[in-house]
């Protein structure tokens, strides 16, 4: 079991940047992959992106080209770089990791081991 815990959340105007930290109990494993989902306020839980051990980065098309994943693993630490913020990226947003044998698919469809408690991103018009 791993533990994540996220912070870094805030409130922001549209068109602002803010990081997200997700700190982990221990350092990504060869075999391990790690990611971001978000929930909005009455909407279902959706994927940010995810990352496996080798740095190979997939997004969602909805943040693609505004959002970063990279990760320190000298501290632990997994980021969410966010840029040029919308209202709808306000939402709850989760750091998540699984490991094992395509572990990354399995992150992209929510297929988790391990949830932080989240952080709250809001974005105001």
């Known amino acids: 079991q791993v533990q994540l815990v996220e912070s870094g959340g805030g409130s922001v105007q549209a068109g602002g940047s803010l990081r997200l930290t997700c700190t982990a109990s221990?350092?990504?494993?060869?075999?391990?992959?790690m990611g971001w989902f978000r929930q909005a306020l009455g909407k279902e839980r959706e994927v940010v992106g995810v990352?496996?051990?080798?740095?190979?980065?997939t997004y969602a098309s909805a943040v693609k080209g505004r959002f970063t994943i990279s990760n320190d693993n000298s501290k632990n630490i997994l980021y969410l770089q966010m840029n040029n913020l919308t209202p709808e990226d306000s939402a709850m947003y989760y750091c998540?990791?699984?490991?094992?044998?395509?572990?990354?698919?399995?992150?992209?469809?929510?297929?988790?081991?391990?949830w932080g408690q989240g952080t709250q991103v809001t974005v105001s018009s």
């Open positions: 998540v990791s699984a490991s094992g044998l395509a572990c990354k698919a399995r992150l992209w469809r929510g297929d988790a081991t391990n």
């Open positions: 221990r350092g990504m494993r060869e075999r391990d992959c």
């Open positions: 990352t496996d051990n080798d740095g190979r980065l």
